[in-house]
Every structure is written in C-alpha cells, then in structure tokens.
C-alpha cells in the first residue's frame, strides 16, 4: 500500500475532524428549514379587479380632517340665526374640536354665522358663536356642518355631547 493511501486511511479515522463536519451540517440543515418553515412568503399579485378597485377608492378613504370627529349621543340644541327670528331646535350628530354637525328641519346659507348652545341648560348656557361650511339635504332633513369661530372652553364642550 503507498504512503497516500495509508495516510488518508489515517486521516479517515481519526475522530477530530468529524466535530467540525457534523456541526456544519446541523448548521446548514437548520438554515434550510428555518428557511422552508419560518419566512413569511410574498404575497401573490392582487388580481385585476381587486388593483382596479384599489386604484378608485384611493384618497377616498383618507380622512384630511384636523381633528377627528366623535360621534355619540344626540344633542338637542337651540340655533339663533337673529335675535329678531324664533330659535330653531337641532340635533348635534357628530362633533370634534374644529366644530359641530347639526341636522335642522331647514337649510342654512354657507358662510353664515350663527349661535348655537344646548337646549338642556337653556337660557343659563353660554351661546357659541358657528360658521356655516356646508348643508346637505338629506331628505326631509339637513345636515349642517359648522366650524367654530372661537375654540369654546372645555366645560363647553362637554355640553355638546
């Protein structure tokens, strides 16, 4: 037998180069099946339909106001349009820091300013001073959005829902 072989014989049965084998390939068999079992795949490319529906409703769902609008409770108000004309009753459907929307039995113009304040505290309730931006007939029904023209105080607000 040559030198060679007899050497590689020895080599092949020594047990201190089996450590290293054997732990690279717990290594690697660790790698492949992390990668097999725990990456999150990709998802598949959304189909025409769901891409065409994506793309209508862009920026329709996105909301550009300041403050976010609460709704709750419906609250009854008084709305003074003059101090020469009768008092109208409302309903606070939603309100936020920016202003209230009320829904009247008749429609506001835009840009006018009116007092609202709430019908249960009557005449010791403090008047809040609104800025029409928008009236909406809603049938039978308007819905009028109204921006504050001074942030009332917190204890105010309380008062509208």
């Known amino acids: 037998m040559s030198v060679f072989a007899s050497q590689m014989i020895a080599w092949l049965t020594t ?3 089996v450590v290293p ?5 717990v290594c690697g068999l660790a790698f492949l099946l ?3 079992f725990l990456v999150v795949k990709p998802k598949q490319a959304p189909d025409e339909d769901e891409s065409a529906l994506a793309a209508s409703l862009q920026g329709v769902t996105r909301d550009r106001r300041i403050a976010p609008r609460r709704k709750g409770n419906m609250v009854e108000v008084h709305v003074s349009i003059d101090p020469d ?4 009753l409302g309903l606070i459907f939603d309100r ?3 202003g209230l929307g009320i829904i009247l039995s008749q429609p506001l113009p835009k ?12 005449d010791s309730q403090p008047w809040t001073e609104v800025m029409i931006r928008s009236c909406r007939n809603d049938g039978s029904q308007f819905e009028i959005g109204c921006q504050f023209q001074q ?5 105010q607000m309380l008062t509208f829902g």
């Open 15 to 17: 047990a201190y180069w």
């Open 21 to 25: 084998l054997m732990g690279s390939a």
């Open 34 to 36: 992390g990668r097999r």
């Open 85 to 88: 004309e009768p008092l109208l």
């Open 96 to 98: 936020s820091v920016g």
């Open 111 to 122: 840009g006018a300013v009116v007092k609202v304040r709430p019908r249960v505290g009557g």
């Open 151 to 155: 942030m009332p105080g917190w204890s």
